[in-house]
T-cell receptor
């Protein structure tokens, strides 16, 4: 079935530095990728939608200059958290639409990235 | 506005049956997902309902009533490994999916 590989799974960084998270579709082309953030005991909140070859669409309240999204190819989307602060510590997860009705209709999720900013 | 409500926590006993309810009010509706999520992991797909009625898949069943904006996930023969969060999510169209906050299920022996 469709697989999305997400790296790194965990990252600890110092306040003020930048962190890049990658999501790669392994056996299918993902022209669209969704980026979510999930705080403990809370829902998945959509941050932005990345589209291959065009600018990402950000949800209201999400700073596009802080969360840089690049979708340079049909299989790779990246999220860069710039000038990270402790309040950016969260679980970040990507997902790509797929059509595999038998096993995972709708979306394939990456494994998530636990970001801790100290 | 967009709203998805589900209970925060539930506790059930191993071997029993549990029903997790979800109500929704969204601007669009293409279908409703249920996902299972263990702590620190990605959600895994359980079901997708488009039409009214009950869909059964092994120990898990999902029900949808579009007129009532209501769905439930039914888990039978509970096992300890079923302890997880269960997310109700509405596909509002254009791949725009809104997730509920999730229901944390604790299965006790």
């Amino acid at each position: 079935g469709a697989v999305v590989s997400q790296h790194p799974s965990r990252v600890i960084c110092k306040s003020g530095t930048s962190v890049k998270i990658e999501c790669r579709s392994l056996d299918f082309q993902a022209t669209t990728m969704f980026w979510y953030r999930q705080f403990p005991k809370q829902s998945l909140m959509l941050m932005a939608t990345s589209n291959e070859g065009s600018k990402a669409t950000y949800e209201q309240g999400v700073e596009k200059d802080k969360f840089l999204i690049n979708h340079a190819s049909l299989t790779l989307s990246t999220l860069t958290v710039t000038s990270a602060h402790p309040e950016d510590s969260s679980f970040y997860i990507c997902s790509a639409p797929n059509r595999d009705r038998a096993t995972n209709y709708g979306y394939t999720f990456g494994s998530g990235t636990r970001l801790t900013v100290v | 506005g967009q709203n998805i409500d589900q209970p925060t926590e539930m506790t059930a006993t191993e071997g029993a049956i549990v029903q997790i309810n979800c109500t929704y009010q969204t601007s669009g509706f293409n279908g409703l997902f249920w996902y299972q999520q263990h702590a620190g992991e990605a959600p895994t797909f359980l079901s997708y309902n488009v039409l009214d009625g009950l869909e059964e898949k092994g120990r898990f069943s999902s029900f949808l009533s579009r007129s009532k904006g209501y769905s439930y996930l039914l888990l039978k023969e509970l096992q300890m490994k079923d302890s997880a969060s269960y997310l109700c999510a509405v596909d509002t169209g254009g791949f725009k999916t809104i997730f509920g906050a999730g229901t944390r299920l604790f299965v006790k022996a």
